[in-house]
């Protein structure tokens, strides 16, 4: 009876031991197949899952008027962020307060709260902390000297975003005319007209994903770097151009018109000098709604 039993326990490791054989077997199996024959895939997979090329959006030409006078121009815009797990604890710890110094004469917070904040991130291995905001281009030129961040990306932890955004510096004088474009297929007016050349062509950057679907520059240096766009001289005239706009608000005001529009043009040479646009609003405010001279021409 006692040898039945062994007999049973016998069997019994040994299909434990076969079993555990096999299943060794099926996953040194799988990891071969993992790594050497579908090991091409995976790999592809993961880097387009974590590493991805990002577009930096070229600068685009400005417009001027025939005077010389800048009607739209575009200016770069930089975000400023923190990757507290880059810089060795030793670099972080030499050159923070320093840091947070720095940024608080430029950005008018205190130096104490920087402290506070990098402190944080550095201990939660924050890897995507917003330092600031809409940084003008001098603004940068003197944060990427401020202590750790002169290290660069890879020492210092200093992540750099860059935005532009267009400007008008006549305000909404010759708005509708000067125009905008959307999307690269919708708009209006100069911008939209002469987008081909405007335009310039984007660059792009290798950027890495980390937590919470945040992506970070792999290098200091651009993959491509952006071509900026061609400017362009209009035939406007602002000084023209704020003339005939506030007659024709002059006098539409005074008749409560619905809309109306000017256009003034040198005959000599067929150079339109000034085109205004006003609709008025239901407050009674009037303001460039449509481009009359084109959509009203006849």
Known sequence: MAVKKDNIISYRLTFVVVCVFAFSIAIAVKLFNIQWVGGEYYRNLAKQRTVKNFDIPANKGNIYSSDGSLLATSIPEYTIRFDAVA???????KNYVALSDSLARLLGKSSGEFQRDLRKAKNTKNRYFLVARKLSFTEYMRVKKFPLFKLGANKGGIIVEQQTVRKHPVGLIANRTIGYERDGNQGKGLEYAFRKYLNGKNGHRL??????NQWKPISDVNELDPIDGYDIISTIDVF??????HALLKQLELYEADHGCVVVMETKTGEVKAISNLGRAEDGSYFETQNYAVAESH
């Open 87 to 93: 810089p060795s604890d030793e670099n972080f710890e």
């Open 207 to 212: 950027m890495q994903k980390i937590a919470k």
């Open 240 to 245: 023209i151009q704020d003339i005939a706009h």
